[in-house]
């Protein structure tokens, strides 16, 4: 039997003819150099360094993911200003001399160790607040943003973010959460929709596998949230 052709979303219905080996990596490689720009961009705007976070993770042996409001700019396309950097990491601790060294690189007063994570607070104008979140779990989707990304070039420093399907699995999974306040609940779905819109081919059957490794039936349901949005439908 002949083997399925992955389906993708475009915005005028689905892909159609194969372009050729050099047009697809000359492709790639621009979008790469252009989603670093937006990442750069992000970072600017971020309560912390990320570049400076990925350095000293990956000079420990640490992998890392970027991940949150910088890696959904990537996407969309519109960096926005985030109040702190969130990366997952292949750790289920860190070793206290870079817990040292990140707390020194992004200027963090103290930090607060807790089940699942690992939080880098700061001093501001406004008061205590997170300046770098270190996700230190593999549960839920996180686990996902480790083994399916890609490396972007940021003024020489490697920087992993997701992949696009990666991505908009993390945003539903924290969106569908039903203990997820409905501020923040309301900006994953803001995310998603503008990742949908921003990149017109999406393999929904990526989105799909990707989606049901974290809970059976969710993949059914994005896809089905993302078509009815493409159409107008919500």
Known sequence: MPRRRARTFTATGPARGKPRAGSRRTARAGALRHRAALFAEGARMAGADPMAVSRILAEAGIACTVIGGIAVGCYSGRPRATRDVDVV???????????????????ARRIERLRSSIAFLGRTAAG?????????????????????CETLDVAGTPVRIPTVEAMLVLKY?????????????????????????????????????????VVPGFGTDLVRRLRAHRRGDG
């Open 173 to 213: 999974t924290a969106a569908v959460n039903p203990v997820r306040r409905a501020a923040r609940a309301a900006q994953d779905w803001a995310d998603i929709w503008a990742i949908a819109d921003a990149q017109p081919s999406l393999r929904c059957a990526v989105l799909e596998l990707l989606a049901d490794q």
């Open 128 to 148: 205590e607040r997170e300046l770098l979140d270190v996700i230190t779990t593999r549960a839920g989707s996180y686990g996902l943003a480790l083994e399916h």
């Open 89 to 107: 990491i292949d750790r289920s601790a860190l070793p206290r001399s870079v817990t040292t060294d990140l707390r020194a690189a992004i200027g």
